[in-house]
């Protein structure tokens, strides 16, 4: 008998419809004997319907206004998969993000989690009942409510996981596991059995976006096994685990992103205390940035260059002219055509090659690349969007991602 | 400088341009300087949305869900109005229920409030605050989400106008006030200036269905002003309150109900106990019963004649069927094509010859009246539904309630 905690996202509880069958779903399981934890995301697109809600009352809304506005998505889908679930005869108990025990500090839209305390939960369980959670909120000390930001819904899995030591962390979503590549680009790509938390963690920041990042970090800081499977079949899935044995394997996968912009700082003066004074800046507007590349230092002056979010390049470039003269900028250029490809996997920390194997494949695919960073088990290359596709797929090819190893 | 609870229904912030005129309205009275508690019921149809989510996905929806469930509704459109206020430069905050202190026993869709703890809603207030309530939902003492069932948002602000010993109460709706009869059917009819709880009592009770009678006794009891205005003028409305000389108007208005249906029980034996047997099944199975008739025996049986809700009538013709050989019933009859017409008015108490007056005026007017039910301030008639609107208008003009008084 094991303890498990499912996630299930908006697309899989869109529908009334699709509501009874994920009851359906955790009801098979909770008949094999599992004890179930199910958390869920708001129907379908009902959280943008919110958002626009918001947007045509308030030019800025205030952000502990738009967590109370926004929980309320999940809270509907958790009483109807509740709701479903009873109706089918097992007695199930919706809980929302406070009543589940996940308590957080008070920064509204992006919370973090401070402390867990699933007593209720699991006073529920042990009484024969399965939980439904609603995701992707929690509450402050002093019953404030938060939401913790994107890809909340996969943290209150892992979360709750972790308070509970369930067995296992599901996240049910429209994809079947992790592949080597996206296949809607690669059709040869490769469904992987597992991935470890640090390659997914590259994989997620580098635009798989099956799971964000915070998920998977908390996953491996906190021992949770994390296994990403289809809401809509029984296959196994991609589990995310560290094993022994996964070292031999060197490109573990490509990952694109196409919703990032650059952004080039012109002749910028280079003395000390310049890239604090531009960085901090755009931190300070809470402008998270992504690639970071500074160019060799001509006549006192240097280019800087940069990926942001798209959604964040009007606010980027608002910030960088304000900075401008007090830098010593020629000018600010900004180029949202781009797109980042990654080459993701542990194995490459010992295998030396892997990055002239990579910019030789892009080279003879007639690819320019813009930008290089590296990790440890990274390579992401910035190029532009138009060539975005072809380099997944000369990459893939190049590492020979579709034989099974 | 006066404390002020106002309270919008769902069709005066049924839409993002609809909240953004309600909050002009708030904000103007706040800028002459009263301090304004805001109660919103759900946006529009949205709670009838969300009930109908919850039929898709179950039989019969837990309670305890359907509360989860609805309470969602108010929450939306409490942070969308904060929002909006906020937007326009002076600061509001939402509070749920809960948070606002409305704590009530356990009976989900139809709990009562059972303590009254603002202190966290005069903070807000007393920062400079307008405050933005969720209508509709209360918390129980061991934090369970409940909702207080039809009329709940009214039931909410007048509660929060007795705890914070607000000046007045007012209930923004999508009429100007209380009339004499429905303008719609009565061109002349005239609004009136002031009514008495009681009056207003009967008139809610009578099918005017500005306000339920769950608030308006709530108010009597705690001497609660309330004032029924439009949310779409600035005109004064009516005032609900006792007030001295108002035993002079012997008829205050009349009443319609299109909403109820008759049953006839035949020949039921005339021994003690029948009518306990027969209303308590009804009681049993939660169908309100309204007016009640039973006729002289002959031969030791009698007919017994009763209104519920239309809704209920499937309901309640079963429970009689079920019930009709135990209570010695020949036949269960009945007859949906009905309406009740009221006339209502505390000065009726002291004037003999309102009865009188009415039936003459219904028989002139070639009305048949199939039932009369009469209290110290209203006479019920019920009549075929095809002559409700004449029946009104005959009574209208009979007590002169164009003229002003």
Redesign the interface.
Known sequence: MALVVQKYGGSSVAT??L??RV?ERVLERHRQGDRMVVVVSAMGDSTDH?KL??E???????K???D??M??GE??A???????I??MGVEA??M?GG?SGIITDRVHQSARITELKPARLLKELNRGRIVIVAGFQGITDD?EETTLGRGGSNLTAVALAYALNADVCEMNTDVDGIYTADPRIVPNARKLDLISPDEMLELASSGARVLQSRSVEFAKKSGVTIAVRSSFNDHPGTLIKEMEGMEEVVVRGIAHDESEAKITVRQVSDRPGIAALLFGALAEHHINVDMILQNTSEQGATDVSFTVKEDDLGKALEVCQNIKQEVGAAEVLADSDIAKVSIVGVGMRSHPGVAATAFRALSEAKINIEMISTSEIKIGCVVARRDCDNAVRALHAAFELDRVD
Do not use: F, H, N
């Open positions: 009334p419809e509501i009874c009851a919110l809600l918001a045509k009352v308030s030019r800025a809304p205030a502990r206004e738009m109370m506005l929980a309320s809270r509907i958790m009483s109807l998969l509740a709701m479903a009873t109706d108990v919706s929302t009543q019953e």
